[in-house]
């Protein structure tokens, strides 16, 4: 019997064709929706957790200034080479340890120029920041000690001064210094926040505070913990340290952050997370939208055959045999909408993160979800128009115009 319902079903459904392609609309825009958010949401999040550890897991920033009230950046005294000395030399859970001091400057090379970053610092920068150099070499131990003029450029610069010329031994204009290129880093490209990781170029620390910066400040320490499981003991160290070096009295707030990206990346994690469950749950509200549109057609359907379910009563067929009919192509055509929105959704996302060179990830429970939730929508909102028509009375039914 269930054969035979589900054939008269899909016959009705081909009778009415371009009106059963309109009903399921709904659906397929629903599941299409909620299978697109969420495979979208969850791309941004593996991107931005990848881009985070692509920096280092166990990395930490070091920085003058409090992200709570208190002293500003602005205010607060800047950081300098004995706290970094300090840090290397106190902090048991300490790797590696790179100073930095950043400014934005005008680098020319022959009749080309580029405003970019500037960051003095050692080699240690280049292995907790995770650059690696494609040409030529990091800094010597000369160089750093004496703050020879020499820089490493990004990708970014390389191209925008040298296009496809070999920049190694070149001398270049950083400010109003000579700089001699003495190596180039690898690209990293575009960062999800829409920064360019390339665009700018490294000199040691030495270098950059005597000719760039005129001063021996320090903007921020990168500091990579010995392992992931030790970050935190890291920050609490340093923080420890960094408390009694600046004289910050108990119970006062500090006046330098310490950065996790751990933490950070956990956070982010977070929000996206929510982010995607917030619009995974608006695209669901289109389900039940199709699902009152499949309400809608299936009572107009049971007016429309009323004298045929008249017939069906007349010559012997129960009222539950006809609330199956009704309720079999109302799931019917939600079904169908089921189906064609899943590959909606997907095709749609894949389109969507190639097009935002995200990871396209496929989740199988969002999509056996999506799937079973337009079945009950159809089972739901079919229920009763199939109930009415199983509830007509025969001989009224049959004198029906």
Not at 205 to 230: C, E, H
Not at 233 to 257: S, T, V
Not at 364 to 375: K, L, N, Q, Y
Request: one cysteine or more.
């Amino acid at each position: 019997m269930i054969w035979a319902t589900l054939l008269m079903a899909l016959r009705e459904i081909r009778r009415n064709t371009m009106r059963s392609i309109l009903t399921t609309l709904g659906i397929v825009i629903g599941v299409g929706s909620v299978i697109a958010m969420v495979t979208l949401g969850r791309g941004a999040t593996a991107k931005i957790t990848a881009e985070i550890s692509n920096m280092g897991t166990n990395l930490l920033i070091v920085m003058p200034g409090s992200d709570r009230r208190g002293p500003t950046s602005a205010s607060a005294p800047p950081l300098k080479i004995d706290d970094v000395k300090a840090i290397e030399r106190e902090v048991s859970a300490v790797d590696k340890v790179a100073p930095t001091a950043s400014r934005a400057a005008l680098i020319v090379y022959g009749n080309k120029n580029w405003n970019t970053g500037v960051t003095g610092s050692n080699n240690e920068f280049f292995t907790v920041r995770r650059y690696a150099i494609e040409r030529g070499a990091s800094f010597s131990d000369a160089q750093l000690l004496s703050g020879a003029p020499v820089c490493v450029l990004g990708a970014t610069v390389r191209k925008e001064l040298f296009g496809q010329g070999d920049p190694l031994g070149a001398a270049i204009r950083v400010g109003a210094v000579s700089c001699t290129v003495v190596g180039v880093l690898a690209s990293k490209g575009m960062s999800t926040f829409g920064s360019d990781q390339d665009d700018f170029l490294v000199m040691p620390l030495a270098a950059f505070q005597r000719r760039v910066a005129g001063n021996y400040d320090i903007g921020a320490v990168f500091v990579s913990a010995t392992s992931d499981k030790l970050t935190t003991k890291a920050k609490q160290q340093i923080e420890a340290l960094m408390r009694e070096r600046r004289r910050i009295a108990p119970g006062q707030l500090n006046d330098f952050r310490v950065q996790d990206m751990k933490e950070i990346s956990d956070t982010l994690g977070s929000v996206t997370g929510a982010l995607t469950a917030l619009l995974g749950g608006i695209a669901a509200v289109s389900l039940l939208v199709g699902g009152i549109g499949i309400m809608n057609i299936m009572l107009v359907s049971v007016t429309e055959r009323t004298r045929e379910i008249g017939v069906r009563l007349a010559i012997g067929a129960r009222g539950g045999e006809v609330l199956l009919q009704f309720l079999v192509e109302a799931i019917t055509l939600s079904t169908l909408g089921g189906m064609l929105g899943i590959v909606f959704g997907l095709a749609i996302s894949y389109v969507a993160t190639r097009a935002l060179k995200m990871p396209f990830m496929v989740l199988p429970d969002i999509v056996v979800i999506a799937f079973a939730f337009s079945a009950t929508v159809g089972v739901a909102f079919g229920f009763l128009p199939a109930r009415k028509a199983s509830r007509l009375n025969p001989i009224d039914a049959l004198r029906h115009e």
